[in-house]
């Protein structure tokens, strides 16, 4: 069973940057990709950022291509999210977890883990 933990979360003005960490702990797993999921207040969840652990391959939405960077630390079991340009829009609580590479954006999963989220609040 693999856990997640994110961390990072805060609150930022507008055009601020964040960098979320979603530390990894437990054995490897078939969902090999890590994704980035985000749920803003009245909104539905989607996908917004991952990276393949096997290939370090990445991929992001549109709405946050160009201000996102997802990276990984394999020494420390840590994914990486760095916002820049962060807009109001951008406020959610941002989760991460375990997928397979295929299903990198899809809300409904499946999911091999699951972790607890971190909040982000940007303000105007």
């Known amino acids: 069973q693999v856990q997640l933990v994110e961390s990072g979360g805060g609150l930022v003005q507008s055009g601020g940057s964040l960098r979320l960490s979603c530390a990894r702990y437990?054995?490897?797993?078939?969902?090999?990709?890590i994704a980035w999921f985000r749920q803003a207040p009245g909104k539905a969840r989607v996908g917004i950022s991952c990276?393949?652990?096997?290939?370090?391959?990445?991929r992001y939405a549109s709405s946050v291509r160009g201000r996102f960077t997802i990276s990984r630390d394999d020494a420390d079991n840590t994914v990486y999210l760095q916002m820049t340009d962060l807009k109001p829009e951008d406020t959610a609580v941002y989760h991460c977890?375990?997928?397979?590479?295929?299903?990198?954006?899809?809300?409904?999963?499946?999911?091999?883990?699951w972790g607890q989220g971190t909040r982000v609040t940007v303000s105007a």
């Open positions: 437990g054995s490897t797993s078939r969902y090999e990709t």
């Open positions: 990276i393949s652990s096997r290939t370090g391959s990445t």
């Open positions: 977890a375990t997928v397979y590479w295929d299903d990198c954006f899809d809300a409904r999963g499946p999911f091999g883990s």
